[in-house]
């Protein structure tokens, strides 16, 4: 037997013809005429080199040859079944592989947002890579990702962004603090002379901070850097100076001895965007993420901090409708 002569069609109607045990019925469930089934029927027994079929009670029934080609033939058109249904699923975003890309200061509300978006979409396989704004614009520009989230994104021709949530910048203390008692508002001037911990240069959060320095006119004195969000609020809660840092990354009561500063121009506005490449195909699962945010994000976080006209966001990345 040479399998190269054997098609997909062959094995259709030879399954349909075993499971019915009529060659009209299969014809009529197959919506071909009798004899062209006959002539298919014909065709296969030939290429097979051995009977298929016998008769039995007025009923084709297979040869043992006939089993032995009826239960290979399910287990190919199974397979293919099988493939058919994942191509689908593919096709409409509701399966395959998701591969985004965020800063270290999106770790506190993304979970949340993929959390929601994982019990809708339970098929498909998000991984989340996370780094410093240096770290992920380097991957940004291998391409390494199908999305970003950058509270700082990049700029150039090939950049794609659109605002999602809003990412305020808050001024925060040891709660035992000189200044916490002050009933008034502080203005940066009075706190020029402490320790301020910064990120490492780069970080969206110190180009903001730096930039509204400069706007003011005011340069810190001593500064520690500390590369980490978490090690700069517990450097805060342990007295080792100040911090600018993201209002998403502080605990809801601020009960590890933190406290926010009350700051004449405080808190600043910082947005998270997400973020992807015009020059690379945005596969169908990251669509479904981009439909997901601008549909459900109220869902995931706080309604609060979402930027007004989210349900734009499709459009704004050149996401398909579903």
């Known amino acids: 037997m040479d399998i190269r002569h054997l098609t997909f069609r062959l094995l259709q109607v030879y399954v349909q013809v075993v499971r019915l045990g ?7 469930a197959l919506h071909l005429t009798q004899p062209t089934v006959s002539l298919q029927l014909k065709k296969l027994s030939g290429e097979i080199g051995a009977p298929l079929f016998e008769l039995r009670q007025q009923q084709l029934q297979p040869t043992h040859v006939g089993q032995q080609l009826y239960q290979a033939a399910c287990d190919v058109l199974g397979r293919f079944d099988d493939f058919s249904l994942s191509l689908s699923e593919a096709e409409q975003g509701t399966s395959g592989h998701l591969s985004l890309g965020i800063v270290t200061t999106a770790s506190y509300v ?13 098929n498909i396989k ?6 410093n704004r240096a770290q992920m614009l380097a991957r940004f520009e291998q391409q390494l990702d199908d999305l970003y989230v950058f509270s700082h994104p990049p700029i150039g021709h090939t950049v794609q962004a659109a605002r999602i949530l809003k990412n305020p910048l808050s001024l925060i203390a040891p709660g035992n603090h000189p200044l916490c008692s002050t009933t008034t508002p502080l203005t940066i001037n009075q706190l020029r002379q402490y320790r301020f911990l910064l990120r490492e240069p780069g970080s969206a959060t ?10 003011q006119g005011i340069e810190l004195g001593d500064t520690m850097q500390i590369e980490n969000n978490e090690a700069i609020r517990l450097g805060v809660a342990a007295g080792l100076g100040l911090a600018v840092v993201s209002a998403h990354s502080l605990p809801r009561h601020h009960n590890d001895n933190i ?14 965007y997400l ?45 398909q409708p579903a």
């Open 110 to 122: 993304m979970p949340q947002i993929l959390g929601g978006f994982y019990r809708q979409f339970p």
């Open 206 to 215: 110190r180009l903001m901070f730096e930039s509204w320095l400069s706007s």
């Open 259 to 272: 406290i926010v500063l009350d700051v004449a121009g405080f808190p600043l506005d910082g947005h998270w």
């Open 126 to 131: 998000v991984t989340l890579n996370v780094a």
């Open 275 to 319: 973020v992807r490449r015009k020059d690379r195909r945005l596969p169908q699962t990251g669509e479904q993420l981009v439909r997901f945010i601008s549909r459900h994000l109220g869902d995931c976080v706080d309604p609060g901090w979402i930027v007004s006209g989210i349900e734009q966001l499709g459009t704004a990345l050149g996401a």
């Open 22 to 28: 009529s060659v009209s019925a299969a014809a009529r």
